[in-house]
């Protein structure tokens, strides 16, 4: 079925379980939801999971040059810049969830995503830990931190997602959160590469990466049980699905921009970073 | 003092004149603004014409190909299909600053806006005639309408502009339209462009470009006026230029994701419009 959706322009779909074995484990049925025809929408092959196997960033070409060793120093150091502001969004997001939220469990739950970001104090938090990144290309950390070399297309895709969370349903902003689902593979895939790419990132440089595998589970494990318990009607399902999709595309959109100015055609829009091994002649 | 500007990296300001004489017309001095060492805001050459002139979207690469008469018809669809979704967006944003504005002459004055986009029924009005356009180079009314194959960095930043005009200041807001000061001379090239450069379409198809320039410099006129009468404050008059520089970022953003997804490297997000002479075999 997999196979028929990616091969089909329009998709219709009524309703679905979401697990395939749901009906038997819950003792209301006994067949499987795939034999009746549905998509399970979690579990290895579910829908969540080929959403992340067609759309989400890991694919994106510029992905491909920045953990194959193939970027030169300035566009990595354009990759860290623009990728800064989506650092730096996430606690402004994350609070713009837990500002809408009236059930204590879920904003206590959801604040451990802003200390993990802000830290317990000055220097600490991925925020901190992206700032050694982009001093460890060579950066300076007032340029990066004032934003003024960012990509418009960086900004315009971040604050998509800030105002996602902010104005759509509670399910649908905790369901954007879920494509930390496919997010251990790509740091694991991008620790390896870069260290083994590039001979200006350390172990130390790329600190940020070495600690996020752990807390990216741990928060998309709730966000996926908060889906689950949520999502109980197809058109819920369904604006799940949809979730995902467009944090997908915010993520690919800021690769689009970064290959765009940086590695073809290297068209950088006015008042952007101009890398020193980009500078054109003349 | 223009050239200096160009090539330094920072600016500092303290404040300035709108017009270049108007201490000498209005009597508080003998000197001209430009004699102190102040850019003026207006003018032929004042700041917002100096923003225009370096970051107005008719400098970017995709309008050379597009009035060159050098895009394909699918290069020229995709931008019809894209650019629908401002066009579209145009009155929901107008209507954002009307829903927050206390003074009934000023809701009155942008009130036209709406009219000029929605018209006054069914057919009428500028994404009536935008849509003619999209007929018109052969693509079917109902998939433009869905956005379905919209390009993600598109809505970003069309709503990035909604959203500004949502939550900044009132004089942003205004001045944010500033951009049509500049759109006449970009809609005649177009005109005569894209008639003379391409067969499939007509003076009919066209028909939202012959409409616009009456309207956009009498909008122009109006924001102007606006603008001069309330940005009396340094801080103000920053905010005024800052606010133009926002808008033209949204409409570079809108081509930079054309040119790389339909120009070079081509690369078009999963889900977006692919034209059929741009489809890949295999």
């Known amino acids: ?120 104090s000055e220097g600490d938090g991925g925020i901190a830990r992206w700032l050694k990144l982009t001093d460890g290309v060579g950066l300076d950390r007032d340029y990066v931190v004032s934003l003024a070399g960012l990509l418009p297309a960086t900004r315009f895709a971040v604050e998509a997602y800030v105002h996602f969370v902010r104005d759509k349903t509670m399910l649908e902003a905790v369901a954007s959160s879920l494509t930390e689902l496919f997010s251990p593979q790509i740091i694991s895939e991008r620790l390896e590469g870069m260290l083994k790419g590039y001979d200006f990132v350390s172990a130390d440089t790329l600190a940020y990466f070495a600690k996020r595998p752990p807390l990216a589970q741990r928060d998309s494990d709730f966000a996926l049980e908060y889906v689950k318990r949520h999502a109980k009607t197809p058109d819920a399902q369904q604006a799940v699905l949809k979730a995902l999709e467009f944090k997908c595309d915010v993520l690919w959109a800021m690769l689009d921009a970064l290959y765009h100015a940086y590695v073809a055609p290297k068209h950088i829009p006015p008042g952007a970073f101009v890398p020193e091994d980009g500078r054109r002649s003349g």
């Open 1 to 120: 079925m997999t196979e028929r959706i990616k091969r089909a322009d329009v998709l219709f779909f009524d309703g679905t379980l979401f697990r395939d074995d749901e009906m038997i484990a819950n003792g209301t049925g006994a067949k499987t939801g795939r034999r009746m025809g549905h998509m399970p929408i979690d579990g290895q092959d579910g829908q969540l999971r080929a959403i992340g196997a067609q759309r989400y960033h890991r694919l994106h070409p510029f992905h491909a040059l920045l953990h194959g060793g193939k970027c030169t120093k300035g566009q990595v150091q354009a990759w860290a810049l623009n990728r800064y502001y989506y650092q730096a969004m996430i606690p402004v997001k994350d609070a713009s969830l837990i500002a809408r939220c009236d059930d204590p469990a879920l904003r206590r739950e959801w604040r451990r995503r802003l200390v993990d970001h802000d830290g317990e």
